[in-house]
């Protein structure tokens, strides 16, 4: 408990600690009855090792590939299950919900079936969200493609509370295409992280001038724990106004480097770059949203038939800053307690099929014809990348006020835009592809991220701050941006069935 | 928010927001606001003068002494009967051969981050 707390810069929710704390390690036995193998010690007890941050060995692994092991195990639970069935390549677009008195309740979602290209509209008692993160409003990011905030968006627009956006968790050193020799022909989809060890073992970090910057920032240097790192580079990256920085092992004998770090040493080779020789471009990648929707101790939300776990939820587990290997445990704890709930509302719910027809249906796009849907995506792709430019520049790692304002008016002018540009060309607000749904939803938890940023007069944890450099205990909250009015919202802003011309 | 919620979330609120209070339904004039809960805590003791960092990296003379078992890594690893391995210093079994992922405080394998 100490652990996440400290970790999360005292803005953890103690009795979500505490709850995850004490039925984690229930959880994890669980896992392993499904069939997750961890390793394992000589001993016969699991194998548990220290991560940073933590105070004891207690991190339970497979291999190097934990979440996916737990994936795996988890995956072939529910195909074997006759009682789940698997929709494949359903895209969620907006969760349905109605207004009952003083309660938002939600009853299902529309989803599109991105091979068939047909809408299909879910009718459920309880919906559970556990889509991930966002770290596609950024330009460089650890996550798979997917991760485009896309629960975080629908449980906005369905007027559920979000929590703690302004948190967001970088790598310091990913490895940075653009300074390759030979640049890789297609995006690489998610980064290749430089581990600490490079550090550790003597790298050196310099600026694109050969500057070595990190004394500058602290007197351990490239030792300095891995947010100092992120926030000193960030800084260097503002300030030459430069793509990445520099990290230097060549110094070190070469047998060294390649038994060491076999991995860095063939993949950079593959694009030209002999890290023996020469030094290894990185860049800040952006991986783990600690904010999200905000859950109550049984990932309930404030929507009625709604819950959340994992990446998605904001449960108050992980403050201002996530603790290594505490999300995965989250995801499990919540998911878990959401059960009695939902089975509760399973019983008292009097929804019925008829209901389907109470909102308007979303509509593929086939009348506007190929050649405009064509120009539609490749505009919406040029934007997406302008969004992720503006996040990086001006909603890093190191923050000013100044910047965040200015992002917020460029984010708004940018999805006028884009928004004007749709409907130019016969766009109407019910109309659906995946990529304008992704990208009304990065635009949507983009705008969450800037705002929740303007709100903290502090600095505190991953949220860093020049105008608000310190702690500050009247600031020890957490963020919460209550669900908004429908005047002046944008598209993204609204549910697709709630747009004004139903209303 | 299921009713048995409500309370647990009103009772660490000392100034609720509007929206909020059992008297005021959430959909009833709200604006688009950022607005702060307060959080109780009971066990925050320690005061932070600086915004600091998550944790403190190991220092420089453990660094130093995990260099020189890395040297030695081949040492550690021995086959039990079955033919996995085992890590001598740590007893597991079946884990990965050389230094530890975890010396970094990330999980390092050859170099690449897979976790922190």
């Known amino acids: ?503 | 928010m299921t009713t048995s919620s409500l309370p647990r979330l009103l009772s660490t609120v000392s100034n609720p927001a509007p929206y909020l209070s059992r008297s005021e339904p959430l959909t009833r004039s709200i604006s688009n606001s950022v607005s702060r809960l307060l959080c109780s805590y009971s066990t925050q003791q320690h005061r932070q003068n600086t915004v600091t960092e998550q944790e403190p990296a190991p220092s420089l003379s453990q660094e130093n002494k995990r260099t020189q078992e890395e040297e030695q890594e081949h040492h550690h690893d021995d086959d039990d009967e079955d033919g996995e391995l085992v890590n001598k210093e740590t007893g597991e079994v079946g884990g990965p051969k050389g230094p530890e992922p975890t010396r970094y405080g990330d999980w390092e394998r050859n170099g690449r981050c897979y976790d922190f």
């Open chain 1, 1 to 503: 408990m100490k652990d996440t707390i400290v970790a999360g810069a005292y803005l953890c929710d103690e009795e979500t600690v505490r709850v995850v704390c004490t039925e984690g390690p229930e959880r994890v036995r669980e896992l392993i009855a499904m069939g997750a193998s961890f390793d394992y010690g000589e001993d016969g007890n699991l194998h548990l090792v220290r991560e940073g941050g933590h105070s004891h060995r207690r991190i339970v692994h497979a291999a190097d590939m934990t979440g996916k092991e737990i994936e795996r195990a988890l995956l072939k639970s529910v195909v074997n299950n006759p009682n789940i069935f698997v929709f494949e390549h359903h895209f969620a677009i907006d969760l349905l919900t109605f207004q009952d008195g003083s309660d938002i309740t939600c009853v299902g979602l529309d989803t599109l079936n991105t091979e068939t290209l047909e809408v299909v509209r879910f009718l459920s008692k309880v919906t559970l969200l556990a889509s991930g993160g966002a770290g596609h409003i950024y330009p460089k990011t650890t996550n798979p493609l997917v991760a485009t905030g896309d629960g975080i968006a629908m449980a906005h627009r369905a007027q559920a509370v979000i929590s703690n956006m302004e948190f967001v968790q970088f790598h310091p050193t990913a490895l940075a295409d653009e300074g390759l020799p030979t640049k890789p022909s297609k995006p690489r989809e998610n980064a290749f992280l430089i581990s600490e060890a490079v550090r550790g073992d003597g790298g050196i970090l310099y600026n694109l001038g050969m500057e070595r910057f990190m004394p500058l920032y602290d007197e351990r240097a490239e030792l300095a724990p891995r947010d100092v790192v992120a926030r000193s580079i960030d800084d260097q990256l503002k300030k030459r106004n430069e793509k990445y920085v520099l990290l230097d092992i060549s110094h070190k004998p070469k047998a060294e480097i390649l038994s060491h770090f076999p991995n860095i040493a063939s993949m950079c080779l593959q694009y030209g770059l002999d890290i023996t020789r020469h030094p290894i471009p990185v860049v800040p990648a952006a991986h783990y949203i600690c904010g999200g929707v905000r859950a109550g101790l049984e990932g309930e939300t404030n929507v009625k038939g709604l819950y959340v776990a994992g990446e998605v939820a904001c449960t108050g587990l992980h403050g201002a800053n996530r603790l290594a290997s505490n999300s995965l445990l989250e995801a499990l704890v919540f998911a878990r307690r959401a059960v009695q709930p939902s089975i509760d509302i399973m019983k008292s719910s009097s929804l019925d099929i008829t209901a389907s027809n109470f909102w308007p249906h979303p509509i593929v796009p086939f009348s506007l014809g190929s050649d405009i849907t064509g120009k539609i995506g490749s505009v919406t792709r040029e934007l997406r990348k302008e969004l992720q430019s503006i996040m990086w520049n001006y909603v890093g790692i190191v923050r000013s006020t100044m910047r965040l304002e200015t992002a917020e008016q460029k984010i708004c002018k940018l999805e006028d835009k884009w928004e004007e540009y749709l409907f130019q060309h016969g766009w109407k607000p019910t109309m659906v592809v995946p990529e304008t749904c992704e990208m009304r939803n990065l635009f949507c938890s983009a705008k969450l991220v800037v705002s929740s940023a303007l709100s903290r007069h502090e600095s505190r944890g991953l949220h860093y701050t020049v105008d608000f450099p310190h702690l500050e205990e009247s600031e020890r909250l957490p963020t919460v941006i209550s669900p908004s009015s429908h005047v002046n919202s944008t598209w993204s802003s609204r549910q697709l069935h709630k747009q004004p011309m139903y209303q």
